[in-house]
């Protein structure tokens, strides 16, 4: 899949609960979310950073999406506290949805929606307006590139 998405240049989108390390390092960008909010949105590498920046950090030894489902738990969050010389506080959802947004990747997010769509201006291709935005044998021949096949 992310072969295709990088041939085709489309976007895909997929949820998934606790990925293995080795796939979710696969994605290039993230979207978490917890209690209906946006927590996290954004380049993968700097999901960790955000989560540092507000006092938690992933242990060695543990998969960064059992982090992320853990540190926006108010029952495992506290765990992964790592500034010792500041008492823990929990942070709540709203709490870090509202720091994402000052967040350099949360302000590259807001300053990217600021530019408005002109439709006028947009490749009619661009827009789907059928049920299916690419044939059945695009996806089987972007499997396929560079493969030898």
Not at 15 to 40: K, N, R
């Amino acid at each position: 899949m992310r072969q295709m998405v990088h041939i085709m240049d489309v976007t895909m989108v997929i949820a998934l609960l606790q990925p293995a390390p080795e796939t979710f390092d696969l994605f290039d960008d993230v979207i978490l979310l917890s209690q209906g909010q946006v927590v996290y949105q954004g380049p993968r590498e700097n999901v960790q950073e955000f989560f540092e920046c507000m006092g938690f950090k992933c242990p060695d030894r543990k998969w960064i999406a059992d982090f992320l489902q853990e540190v926006t738990s108010k029952k495992d969050q506290e765990q992964h506290w790592f500034k010792k010389n500041q008492p823990y506080r929990y942070i709540s959802v709203p709490d870090f949805s509202k720091a994402f947004n000052t967040f350099h990747v949360g302000l590259q997010v807001c300053e990217d929606l600021r530019i408005p769509y002109y439709k006028s201006k947009v490749d009619p291709a661009a827009l789907v307006t059928e049920s299916y935005g690419i044939s059945n044998l695009e996806p089987f021949r972007a499997c396929f590139q560079g493969s030898g096949f």
